[in-house]
């Protein structure tokens, strides 16, 4: 009788181990610490070096990988410490950071202020030529008081310098990690991952950084997957193969919002889109041309059809950014069609055309056609020439258009960093593609970046902010939604205003 039952169970276990085996896992399944989280990503990233990119999907990366000296509160958007420690202004040219102390770079190197000097001297080295070199260009030296303390002495005062250290692109690097091998392919940070396999154009992979100095996060892995279609991607989202997104177009947020298998949240935002005019040459250079547009832009229209992925705002600086005054909303110019067709004929455009060049991104087409339709109601025929982002940049720097459909995500959401890359005289053939040189802008911009006084900075801003509405080289389309879209089981995503997030403090429930 005993082997007669002992025989029932063995069956039993066997036949419990094979129906067992007919059931799959949930896709990532698995206990906190052991679970792959998976980012669907348009665009491969470009490299991973903090200091010579300056991309969004390479941004999105290297925030996992490496970390600033100080960061924005997701929800506030108040600046604190994360590298460092605390901070002092013995006077408005010097900055004295106390950095945090026992802690390493993933490759065993310890973080200290002689890695905080080698990132931002290689950051500002012309020979580097940095992408965002200009956030740390009023800098004029770095010294090591010792170990754990760096002094920076600005060349004058400068209001942004927090806000710049707290981007993306001024992430501290391992110095010796650097000065042996490629950052760009083989990244070395401080950050809660760190680099484990990148096959371009497929996935980038990263690790759980084991010994994270902030506490281990419970993901064990990341994956970046290379997704260009959004439908795609959306539809992996569904199945649970992907756990995010946050390239979302307005067709797609109502098929998401009635998904009961996805979470989609939705705020605020610092990008702002614009119709920007060349300045030197063709009939951007007429100011009462650049007013008909800006009558005929009916921007209300406009966010309506982006359907949940833009507000308004008549500012260039949005409501998000420091520098914002609701006042402007007053400075903006009206819709008024009678007043377009006026100053059109004005302008001597009777009868002519422009061309309005865009990209074959983001909302940048469905813009341009609906931008296309309200000028041709106000007797402007507009031509749209559509390229591929690459060559759309390249023309773009150069000022080789009439018109364009342009952004600004502004990642630091200081006004400053907004208006100096974008609309200061300094920066024409680089990031200034309108070719914009408006002296008293640039004084109000001048101004708001050589002073720590905040009262004082956001007062020029906003006449900053004022002069430009006026002058037009930018028609402010609209300000965006940041927009993500999450399986059911995601929990502690925390996304600012920028769009910046890190995967620290989440996890698959």
Known sequence: MKRKWQGWVALFLALSLVTAGCTPPPPNAGSAGNQTFVYASTADVVGLSPIKTNDSASARAIDQIYETLFVRDPETMDIKPKLARSYENPDPNTWVIHLRKGIQFHDGI???????KYTFDKFRDPKTAAPRASLLKPIDKVEVKDPYTVVIRTKKPYGPMLAALAH?????????????????????????????????????????????????PQLKEVEFRVVPEVSTAISLLETGEVHLIDTLRPENLDRLKNSNKVNVKTKEGTPVTYLGFNMKKGPGKDSDFRRA?????????????????????????GPKVFGYNPEIEKAGYDYDVKKAKDLFNKAGMDGKSVTIMTANTKNYPKLAELVQGQ?????????????????????NRKGDFEMVIGGWTNSTADGSELLYPQLHSDNIGATNGTQTSIPEADKRINQSRTTTDKEKRLKVLHE???LLVK?????????????TATTKNVQGLEVDATGQWTLKNVSLK
């Not at 310890?110 to 890695?115: R, T």
């Not at 070395?188 to 950084?209: A, C, H, I, R, S």
């Not at 547009?293 to 600086?317: C, F, R, T, W, Y």
């Open 471 to 483: 002058e037009a080289p930018w028609v402010p389309l609209c300000h965006d939604f940041i927009v």
């Open 464 to 466: 900053a902010n004022k």
């Open 293 to 317: 547009v800006a009558h005929a832009i009916n921007q209300e229209e406009l966010v309506d059809a982006l359907k949940g992925v833009a507000h308004p705002s008549k500012g260039i600086i």
């Open 168 to 216: 993306s692109n001024a992430s501290i690097v391992s110095p010796i990690a650097d000065k042996k091998g490629d950052l760009m392919k083989k990244p070395v940070g401080t950050g809660p991952f760190k680099f484990k396999k990148w096959v371009q154009g497929d996935k980038l992979t990263l690790e759980v950084n084991e010994n994270y100095w902030d506490g281990k």
């Open 110 to 116: 310890p973080f200290n202020a002689e890695a905080v």
């Open 375 to 395: 000028l041709a109601k106000a007797g402007l025929k507009a031509d749209i020439q559509t390229l591929e982002f690459g060559a759309y940049l390249d023309r």
